[in-house]
């Protein structure tokens, strides 16, 4: 299972929980009057809704400001599908001008350095989000700027109840705790950590969300993950995220029905008070507040912590980004890099917020969230611009992840099985991955 970056309502679902990629055969047609442009392009974006708002925003604006300009928006199916379908296009020399897709791992399998063309002497390369560039990055050069904001794997909190019992957002994991076991000695049906185990993947967050705290103590553990020279079994720093979903079923924490739950159940619980922590993507606070609306005031976020709170920090997914493939020359070219130049721009990011509520701030210097955006969207910002304050999650620093985390961090959070032994099998479970994908070493 693989968390990818964007999302709204309830695509978000299947978006935590596989792999979204690209794309299909629908045109939404042209987004300027046909035939008011001397040059016309196509982007090709995915199908989900919030994708198709924002392609149809972005197009919009751009060609308000650039008259010689049309742009015709295609649209493409999530998943396996989606991603066959680019690297066919991409390789046949059949791919539009502009296209969206993923970055990390699946942007290094379309073999950027031959189908993209670099951005790197592009002006605006250097005020993009250096996490955000490492994920379109290949043999040094710039390929994709980003669509979307940032989420955070991190822990959603309810403020009255932390106001209630005088508690402040923590940042080390001994702090979490201790705050955990006042909001447990209150009482009054609160739980302290909300888990919800009924939708599996929301199972990972304290394994996936603490690779922050992972690359501060341990730089080159991706680099070595990688090369299977380093296990979660065996490395103090990453196996405890699996100690802490020990921890926390060990200590009575979580809500009584924490076996069947669901992502809709815990959102409630957040937004109501009857749940005071939850370790999720920030990406989901636009589902609690579509039903819960006062929780855009009530709810915050603080970063996962670690044992250091010098180095408290944020867990972050990259958004997707947009790309150029080579095939792409002449007058469509250049109408392509200004398109793109107009995505990594302030002006670029307005017209995404009209699109909808951002998932969280964006990767581009100069852009600022909506001053109505949701507190917790809010409280991720100072992570992003606090120098080491945010790290990329591993699956855009390594392409090493097995299918089973989700069962076994499952297991490991019920007590059925103890945290060592889960991330001895979670070392088990990627072997199959690495082997397929021909990495050195495995």
């Known amino acids: 299972m693989r968390f990818r970056p964007r999302a709204s309502g309830l695509a978000l679902l299947a978006v935590c929980s596989l792999t979204l990629a690209a794309c299909s055969a629908g045109s939404l047609g042209s987004s300027s009057d046909s035939g008011s442009g001397s040059v016309e392009i196509t982007y090709l974006i995915g199908n989900q809704d919030q994708d198709m708002k924002e392609a149809q925003q972005l197009v919009k604006d751009f060609t308000a400001k650039n008259a010689?300009?049309?742009?015709?928006?295609?649209?493409?199916?999530?998943?396996?599908?989606?991603?066959?379908?680019?690297?066919?296009?991409?390789?046949?020399?059949?791919?539009?001008?502009?296209?969206?897709?993923?970055?990390?791992?699946?942007?290094?399998?379309?073999?950027?350095?031959?189908?993209?063309?670099?951005?790197?002497?592009?002006?605006?390369?250097?005020?993009?989000?250096?996490?955000?560039?490492?994920?379109?990055?290949?043999?040094?050069?710039?390929?994709?700027?980003?669509?979307?904001?940032?989420?955070?794997?991190?822990?959603?909190?309810?403020?009255?109840?932390?106001?209630?019992?005088?508690?402040?957002?923590?940042?080390?994991?001994?702090?979490?705790?201790?705050?955990?076991?006042?909001?447990?000695?209150?009482?009054?049906?609160v739980a302290p950590v909300i888990q919800t185990y009924g939708e599996t993947w929301t199972a990972q967050l304290f394994v996936l969300g603490d690779f922050h705290n992972v690359a501060a103590a341990e730089p080159d553990f991706a680099e070595k993950y990688t090369k299977n020279q380093a296990k979660y079994a065996t490395s103090a720093a990453a196996v405890k995220?699996?100690?802490?979903?020990?921890?926390?079923?060990?200590?009575?924490?979580?809500?009584?029905?924490?076996?069947?739950?669901?992502?809709?159940?815990?959102?409630?619980?957040?937004?109501?008070?009857?749940?005071?922590?939850?370790?999720?993507?920030?990406?989901?606070?636009?589902?609690?507040?579509?039903?819960?609306?006062?929780?855009?005031?009530?709810?915050?976020?603080?970063?996962?912590?670690?044992?250091?709170?010098?180095?408290?920090?944020?867990?972050?997914?990259?958004?997707?980004?947009?790309?150029?493939?080579?095939?792409?020359?002449?007058?469509?070219?250049?109408?392509?890099?200004?398109?793109?130049?107009?995505?990594?721009?302030?002006?670029?990011?307005?017209?995404?917020?009209?699109?909808?509520a951002p998932t969280g701030p964006y990767a581009v210097k100069g852009c600022t969230l909506p001053a109505d955006v949701p507190q917790a969207i809010k409280d991720m910002q100072p992570y992003l611009d606090k120098p080491g304050g945010s790290s990329l999650a591993l699956e855009f620093v390594s392409p090493v992840k097995g299918p089973s985390l989700s069962q076994i961090t499952v297991e490991v959070g019920s007590g059925i099985r103890k945290a060592k032994d889960g991330a001895a099998r979670y070392d088990e479970d990627v072997k199959k991955q690495a082997q397929q994908l021909g990495l050195a070493g495995w």
């Open 68 to 189: 010689g300009i049309s742009i015709k928006i295609e649209t493409r199916p999530a998943g396996t599908e989606g991603d066959n379908i680019v690297k066919t296009r991409l390789s046949t020399g059949d791919m539009p001008e502009v296209f969206n897709y993923n970055t990390g791992s699946l942007f290094q399998a379309i073999a950027p350095q031959k189908n993209l063309v670099s951005l790197s002497d592009q002006p605006y390369v250097g005020d993009l989000d250096d996490n955000f560039k490492n994920t379109v990055t290949a043999d040094g050069q710039v390929y994709g700027v980003p669509v979307g904001g940032f989420m955070g794997g991190a822990v959603l909190y309810n403020i009255g109840v932390y106001k209630k019992l005088g508690l402040t957002p923590p940042k080390t994991w001994a702090e979490f705790m201790a705050n955990s076991a006042k909001i447990k000695a209150a009482g009054g049906g």
């Open 241 to 356: 995220g699996f100690e802490h979903t020990e921890a926390v079923h060990d200590a009575g924490l979580e809500n009584k029905d924490f076996a069947s739950a669901k992502l809709p159940d815990g959102l409630k619980m957040l937004a109501t008070g009857t749940g005071a922590q939850y370790p999720i993507l920030s990406g989901v606070v636009a589902n609690m507040i579509a039903t819960y609306p006062d929780a855009a005031k009530n709810v915050g976020l603080f970063a996962l912590p670690g044992d250091d709170a010098s180095k408290n920090g944020l867990t972050v997914w990259t958004p997707g980004a947009n790309y150029i493939p080579k095939t792409a020359t002449g007058a469509k070219l250049d109408a392509a890099k200004k398109f793109l130049a107009f995505v990594a721009s302030p002006d670029g990011c307005k017209s995404q917020n009209t699109a909808g």
